[in-house]
Each structure stands twice: as structure tokens, then as C-alpha cells.
């Protein structure tokens, strides 16, 4: 099982950013997927879930409005969208496949500073 995370980088406050996540290993199509993120200091927190149909949609409280998860199954590929970007949004983000044995990539780090 593998994920690999890219597409984080530096960007000013109100930026915007796509996260991507490879998923290989598995049948990406077996399971809901999520995005979590960790800033210096804190634990690891969650951030969205698509359910494996990509029929819905959960978030966080915190970036509800501003990001949006999807997927691309033919790709085997995880999407983090974010908008209006806040420097609070400074973290590593993380893809994760949960499941009896759960699966994280490496992380992207997203810096959201001017």
C-alpha cells in the first residue's frame, strides 16, 4: 500500500491550493478516503472524508465553505482543493485510507503566509 502526496507549497493569505494523493497497492475503489493535517506541536487532525462512491462529502468545521475533497477512481488519485487560504491552515497534510490496516502517505506542508 502506498499514498503519495503532492502540490503543497507557499502561498499568501486568500491563495489557493490542489492537493494530490497516488494511491497505489489497493483497490482505491474499496474504500472512503480522507485528508488530515498536522501543525508543529499538535496532533494529526481531520480535515475530509469522500466516501468511496464519491457520492458525499464530510468536513471539518474549520475549512468547510473553503475546501472541497474529491477523487478521480480511474486515476486512483485523492484531491484536497483550498480556497481563501489562512495562515491557521499552515500544516503537513496527509492522505489517509482507514480500514483494519490503516494507510498514510508521507505528507505535503503547506505554508500560508505573506
Known amino acids: 500500500v502506498q499514498l503519495v502526496e503532492s502540490g503543497g507549497g507557499v502561498v499568501q493569505p486568500g491563495g489557493s491550493l490542489k492537493l494530490s494523493c497516488v494511491a497505489s497497492?489497493?483497490?482505491?475503489?474499496?474504500?472512503?478516503m480522507s485528508w488530515y493535517r498536522q501543525r508543529p506541536g499538535e496532533e494529526r487532525k481531520y480535515v475530509a472524508t469522500?466516501?468511496?462512491?464519491?457520492?458525499?462529502?464530510y468536513y471539518s468545521t474549520s475549512v468547510r465553505g473553503r475546501f472541497t475533497i474529491s477523487r478521480d477512481n480511474a486515476r486512483n488519485t485523492l484531491y484536497l482543493e483550498m480556497n481563501n487560504l489562512k495562515p491557521q491552515d499552515t500544516a503537513v497534510y496527509f492522505c489517509?485510507?482507514?480500514?483494519?490496516?490503516?494507510?498514510w502517505g508521507q505528507g505535503t506542508q503547506v505554508t500560508v503566509s505573506s
Open positions: 489517509h485510507r482507514p480500514g483494519q490496516e490503516p494507510a
Open positions: 497497492g489497493f483497490v482505491f475503489t474499496d474504500y472512503g
Open positions: 469522500i466516501t468511496r462512491s464519491n457520492g458525499n462529502t
